[in-house]
């Protein structure tokens, strides 16, 4: 026997004592795959690969080869290498697949893959793969994806990027910021983020602002920094916005923010 | 001068004049004679003397015999009364300590005779005098002496006592203030103890959720 074959046969020895089999294991692989791509909207065929752990690429092609998974390819992934170069959504068939699953907490997913927001892609596959880089080290026991946070939204808080359930059971906010902000949007993300930490609205207990801007990241710090005026805005009849209020940034608030420096 | 020192003096005076009519050995022959002379004669004195107190010894027995209007009288040895006599008359007074001893005998054989309480009472009160009361009275001196000395040292050992009694309470409150003292701080330190463990545990807590944090954000490494 080769020592590949007794190796798998090792392996199939490990999973018949866990009452498993390959075909189990393999199973459910692709409804992991498939739950993933549901809760994203979409995802990449790398991160599905590394999402099972598997240690070859192939399941993702299985799943498109299956028909459950559909393969697009995206408008700037051939010139710029931090782009993919393909997006997986799900089919009709991966998606009744997935809804048959579920008890009670189904969202409205469109199939249409040019419903994905090209824009983002950058953006949201830095979130989906720092969420299953930490989720595969233990450093997080779940999350919640952008499209279950709306479900959730409330007006003052802030929607994140995605949130992150700890081992110790608190809720990080992931923020993922590839361009600036200023003045009112500005004010708006630090406000709702400060919203999203008060007493009343334990929306998330920390929040990480990731960027691979220096720059961001230093004008940032200096507007979550202590003693900082943070204004909130109205829109008057004429859809014009206006600073409405003005608030001092309380001293717990740059406690509870984390920065994160990404390569560029 | 006595009759020897008149006699030296008068054989240094025959010196001194510088007789030499006599030898030298007639000189020291005299001188010879003259010393067993003067031992002679201080031998009679002696012999004199002698006589002189056992007369007077004598005379005291008499007269203690006879005191108190010859009362006992015949208690007393006759022999002793024959010879007393005579030196009473002869002159020698008689006073000495034996009459005094002689009237106490012949007062406590009395009593003893009679049996009667007088007696023994006379007899006693003389021998209480003669050897109780007499001495009595220097042991009574003596033992107010030593009443007021014990008095003395009482006194002292009491103010003593009183003193150590005070100074034994002051021990006692100051041990109790101190047993106070210490409980207090042991009291402050359980507290801080408390606190620290407080502290600790706070602590521990946060580096517990700081790892996990650190562990959280390895989810960026490498994007």
Known sequence: MTDAAQRLAQARQRLAAAGQSPRRVGKDRALAALDWVYRWGWSTPAVIDALTGAKRRGLCAKL???????????????????????????????????????????MDYSTNPYKVNQAMLRHDLLVQKATQRSLQSGGIKGFLTPRELARKSTADSKQADALWIMPDSRRAGVEVELTAKWDRRLDEFVWRIWQSMTEQNRAMDLCIISSDSPAIIARYKKAFAAGQTVHTWRKDQQ????????????????????WVQLKD | MGAAQRLTAALLLVLLAGCSSQTEQQ???????????IQQLQAQVRAYTDASERLDAAASVYNGCMALWGLGAGLCPADSLALGREAAAAGFPGAGW?????????????AAAAGAGVGALLAGGGWAWARIAAPEAARTRRAREDIAQAQERAARAAQEAQQAEARAAAA???AEAA??????RRAALEATTQDLELEIA???????ELKAEQKLLRGFDGL
């Open chain 1, 64 to 106: 498109v080869q299956a028909g459950l998974l559909v393969e697009t390819k995206t408008a700037a992934g051939r010139i710029l290498h931090d782009l993919p170069q393909k997006i997986v959504t799900l089919s009709d068939a991966g998606l009744a697949e997935v809804e048959r699953r579920r008890v009670d907490d189904l």
């Open chain 1, 239 to 258: 859809s014009k916005w206006h600073i409405d209020r003005a608030y001092t940034v309380p001293d717990w608030l740059p406690d509870r923010m984390r």
């Open chain 2, 27 to 37: 000189m020291q022959a005299q001188i010879a004679q003259q010393q067993a002379q």
């Open chain 2, 98 to 110: 034996p009459y005094w001893l002689a009237l106490i005998g012949k007062l406590a054989a009395a």
């Open chain 2, 172 to 174: 006692t409150a100051a």
């Open chain 2, 179 to 184: 047993v106070r003292a210490a409980e207090k």
């Open chain 2, 202 to 208: 706070a602590l521990q807590g946060q580096i517990a």
